[in-house]
């Protein structure tokens, strides 16, 4: 079942209509009225918040880094098995 170009516009708008919280800097969709993850938190649970938005940046980095040098292994050794054919 194909929905064509039609459906692949609509999809990309629905992503665009998103909006930044000035609060917590997490997207949200444009169209809730107040943001899902911290409009109900108090200061010490924002702060919480933001504490595990930081901690989970910084593991999703040291990931990306990881996935990289992988890679990077994996070339050198298809490149060193290439050589020895």
């Given at each position: 079942?194909?929905f064509?170009?039609?459906w692949?516009?609509?999809?990309?708008?629905?992503?665009?209509r998103?909006?930044?919280?000035?609060?917590?800097?997490?997207?949200?969709?444009?169209?809730?009225?107040?943001c899902?993850?911290?409009s109900?938190?108090?200061?010490?649970?924002?702060?919480?918040?933001?504490l595990?938005?930081?901690?989970?940046?910084?593991?999703?980095?040291?990931?990306?880094?990881?996935?990289?040098?992988?890679?990077l292994?994996?070339?050198?050794?298809?490149?060193?098995?290439?050589?020895?054919?």
């Open positions: 079942m194909s064509g170009m039609g692949k516009a609509w999809q990309l708008s629905k992503l665009k998103r909006t930044t919280c000035p609060r917590c800097s997490l997207k949200y969709a444009a169209t809730l009225a107040r899902p993850h911290c109900e938190l108090d200061s010490a649970g924002l702060v919480e918040l933001k595990w938005i930081e901690q989970n940046q910084q593991a999703n980095a040291r990931l990306g880094k990881t996935f990289v040098y992988l890679a292994l994996l070339v050198i050794g298809l490149i060193l098995l290439n050589s020895r054919a």
